[in-house]
């Protein structure tokens, strides 16, 4: 299974800026773990993720909605978690072939080994998805 070497979540705005945020952080991350030559498919997953997420978000405007990005990496694979504060379960859609919208969760499906949801006892959901680093 191998020995998770980070693991730490970082905290985003449940905003139309939170992908751009999370790659840009994801991409700082896999180079300090020596893994640029890696980061397409992670960086890729990751928008989606938490461009989902941020979509899934309600805002609160006493408490600004949020959400948290977590990247752990093993021996052969690294684990992007994604956390947003609303319990619904992620749609795969079916886009037509001329819509915008809607591919986010094929594309995760098809680059990753695995991935699903879970709902933590503090709320929310959080989805994952394991990308192959070989």
């Known amino acids: 299974?191998?020995?998770?070497?980070?693991?730490?979540?970082?905290?985003?705005?449940?905003?139309?800026?939170?992908a751009a945020l999370a790659r840009r952080y994801a991409r700082q991350q896999l180079g300090e773990w020596g893994l640029d030559g890696k980061a397409d498919d992670v960086l890729l997953v990751v928008s989606e993720l938490v461009a989902n997420a941020a979509r899934a978000s309600t805002a609160d405007l006493s408490d600004p909605a949020h959400l948290a990005l977590r990247?752990?990496?093993?021996?052969?694979?690294?684990?992007?978690?994604?956390?947003?504060?609303?319990p619904g379960r992620p749609l795969v859609t079916h886009a037509r072939n001329d819509a915008e919208?809607?591919?986010g969760l094929h594309i995760v499906d098809v680059l990753s080994l695995t991935w699903g949801t879970r709902w933590p006892a503090e709320g929310g959901k959080i989805v994952w998805s394991e990308v192959r680093l070989d």
Not at 1 to 18: D, E, F, N, Q
Not at 71 to 86: C, F, K
């Open 1 to 18: 299974m191998g020995v998770v070497i980070a693991g730490i979540w970082w905290k985003l705005p449940a905003s139309s800026t939170a």
């Open 71 to 86: 990247l752990s990496r093993q021996a052969t694979r690294i684990t992007i978690e994604v956390w947003d504060g609303s």
């Open 101 to 103: 919208n809607g591919r």
